[in-house]
């Protein structure tokens, strides 16, 4: 029928020298044949000015189904090829989309529609031709597609199994691999360290715990090790003082312990500590208090004169005979001012400790010396100037003087002759004469100007022999003086190292002699009693209970009667007599006997070792068991 799709194609046509499709029918409509056929497209090229060519491709319908067949990606999937005028281009399943489902229903380009085709629910998508008017339109069962998932799942679980199987395996054999180490570790700890229940369970907490407790050990030990190298450190700085140094190795061992020693002058000070007693302190007294309370005292003037001269020398410090040395470092500028600087930083550390602390102490300075010179030289300066400050009852700083022996001022002056009349008058019992004899003795002695440290030094010793001779003289002549008292005149003077206090020690037993001959009447009996109270002294020495108060008991008297005629009668008081009795005692023990401290400490009556420490540190100078190290080495 010519006419009847001439007029379809007459109206579609498009001038153009380009071939473009404009349509497709159902060629079967229009042939009225029995073979499906298809027009493709239809084509219109203008051929010249004024006239169209219009061109129709007729396709074998057949042909296009079958391709449509191969290309099906699923075997139960129906696709379908749908034009503008709602015709089924090709549809090789014989499937039909329900009512409602035009072309112009499926408006868009592309889409997916979910509905129910022959009682099924189905996958319905569809996409619009680039080239013609055709959509193409897939209509696929649903549950085909859940067939396809749930093989897709499948093969997922299974893939996962086997990820899972592989990694578990490589997962044991590296944990295997690892868990070695670890369990060669947790052996050596348990082999050496012990097996702890409480950690069995979590080798890794074993492990950290270990771990923690070496680490702990060796900040300890990096403890030590840091307070053993202070210790050899300042065990060294004390040889040094002393010249004890008999290696060639001093610049390398200065070296090691960084010890500031190179610098172009060098001085040395000492600083005894005098007094403590007035520190406050939360509980009372008793002998490992004191010895605290001393330790506590010698630190604090450490630090503080330390920290005074460090900010203007360099210092090192240790101690040394009882001392605190500061082996002292300068340029050469400052060794021309160090005498007023080193007394100004002094000064401020003493009223700043006196002040603020109650600690009494004295100093003693070398010269400040240029050039390499020996450690040991400078700190025997610093002794001189120190013993010079005793004698003279210096009470700040004591600088070293080099002085020389001077002439005497006074050619009268006789001190032999002084020692002959002293002793006369004594005898006499004219004590005002006495005392006068001593004065001018004292006064010639010690107060002539420009006198030498070493030449005073000899004539204290001169008037000690002096005082001692009298009063025993005294004794010789006087029946009725007690021999004790006589024997510790010299103990009595020699404790006072400073002349002042000499000169007061000494008019002191002058005055106790003067009112012991003034009380006549009285002597026998309170001989007697004194005499009693050392007898109960020797025989309760090993009573940790003895005491003043329990011998006025005994005696039936009272403490102060006791204390009053013992010191007059045996020249200290009941206390200091018992303590020198019991170190006595004690000494024998520690140089004769295999005894520790302790038990030498329980023989001779005290409680504890720290009590017999105390009281042999203050009566000796030293402690029971350096006593028993020298002794050894003797």
């Not at 503008?84 to 989309?97: H, T």
């Not at 002042?500 to 003034?518: C, G, P, V």
Request: charged content about 25%.
């Amino acid at each position: 029928p010519y006419e009847e799709w001439y007029d379809f194609i007459s109206g579609q046509h498009k001038a153009t020298y380009q071939p473009t499709v404009v349509g497709s029918r159902n060629a079967t409509t229009y042939l009225g044949g029995k073979k499906k056929s298809v027009i493709l497209y239809i084509q219109s090229i203008m051929l010249q000015k004024d006239f169209l060519g219009n061109f129709v491709v007729l396709l074998d319908g057949d042909v296009i189904d079958s391709i449509i067949e191969r290309s099906k990606w699923l075997p139960d999937a129906n696709i379908l090829i749908l034009n503008q005028e709602n015709e089924f281009i090709s549809n090789p399943s014989k499937a039909f989309l329900p009512d409602g489902y035009t072309y112009e229903t499926l408006k868009n380009k592309s889409g997916v529609i979910f509905d129910k085709i022959n009682n099924e629910n189905s996958v319905i998508s569809y996409v619009q031709s680039e080239v013609t008017d055709w959509k193409y339109i897939s209509v696929i069962p649903k549950k085909v597609f859940f067939e396809q998932a749930e093989t897709l799942v499948s093969i997922i679980i299974i893939v996962l199994a086997l990820c899972l199987i592989l990694s578990g395996m490589i997962t044991y054999f590296i944990t295997l691999k690892n868990y070695s180490p670890v369990k060669k570790i947790v052996d050596f700890i348990d082999s050496n360290w012990g097996k702890n229940d409480e950690l069995s369970s979590s080798e890794f907490a074993k492990i950290e715990k270990t771990l923690e407790k070496i680490t702990q050990e060796y900040r300890e030990m990096n403890l030590k090790i840091k307070n053993q190298e202070d210790v050899m450190r300042e065990y060294f700085l004390e040889r040094l003082l002393r010249g004890n140094v008999y290696t060639s190795s001093v610049e390398e061992t200065i070296q090691y312990y960084n010890l500031s020693l190179h610098e172009e002058g060098s001085a040395v000070l000492l600083i005894n500590l005098e007094d403590s007693s007035e520190m406050e302190l939360e509980e009372e007294g008793t002998g490992e208090r004191e010895i605290e309370q001393e330790e506590i005292a010698l630190f604090i003037i450490e630090n503080i004169v330390g920290e005074l001269l460090g900010e203007f020398y360099g210092i090192e410090k240790t101690k040394v005979d009882g001392f605190i040395a500061f082996i002292i470092s300068m340029n050469m500028n400052q060794v021309q001012s160090f005498p007023e600087d080193i007394k100004q930083i002094f000064n401020k550390a003493q009223m700043f400790i006196e002040k603020n602390f109650h600690i009494l102490f004295t100093g003693a300075v070398s010269h400040g010396h240029i050039g390499s010179l020996n450690i040991d030289t400078i700190y025997k300066e610093a002794l001189i100037a120190y013993e010079y400050g005793l004698l003279v009852n210096n009470e700040g700083l004591q600088f070293f003087m080099q002085g020389k022996q001077s002439e005497l001022n006074n050619p009268s002056f006789d001190l032999l002759d002084l020692e002959r009349q002293f002793i006369y008058y004594l005898t006499a019992r004219n004590f005002d004469k006495a005392r006068e004899c001593f004065e001018e003795a004292f006064n010639g002695a010690f107060l002539e100007e420009n006198l030498s440290f070493e030449m005073k030094r000899c004539r204290k010793y001169v008037l000690v022999h002096m005082i001692v001779e009298g009063f025993k003289k005294l004794g010789e002549v006087q029946q009725n003086i007690d021999l004790i008292y006589q024997e510790t005149i010299q103990e009595r003077l020699l404790k006072h190292k400073g002349i002042y206090d000499f000169h007061q020690e000494t008019l002191l037993l002058l005055r106790e002699a003067e009112e012991f001959y003034k009380e006549d009447e009285t002597q026998s009996s309170t001989q007697e009693l004194c005499q009693k109270a050392v007898e109960i002294i020797h025989a309760h020495l090993q009573d940790p209970n003895l005491s003043v108060s329990m011998i006025a008991d005994i005696l039936g008297v009272s403490v102060s009667y006791v204390s009053r005629y013992f010191k007059r009668h045996i020249g200290m008081g009941a206390l200091d007599y018992i303590h020198i009795k019991r170190i006595e005692e004690a000494k024998n023990l520690l140089e004769n006997e295999d005894l520790s401290v302790n038990e030498v400490a329980e023989r001779v009556g005290y409680i504890n070792s720290l009590s017999l420490i105390r009281v042999f540190k203050k009566y000796e100078g030293i402690t029971p068991g350096k006593y028993k190290e020298i002794h050894e080495k003797i």
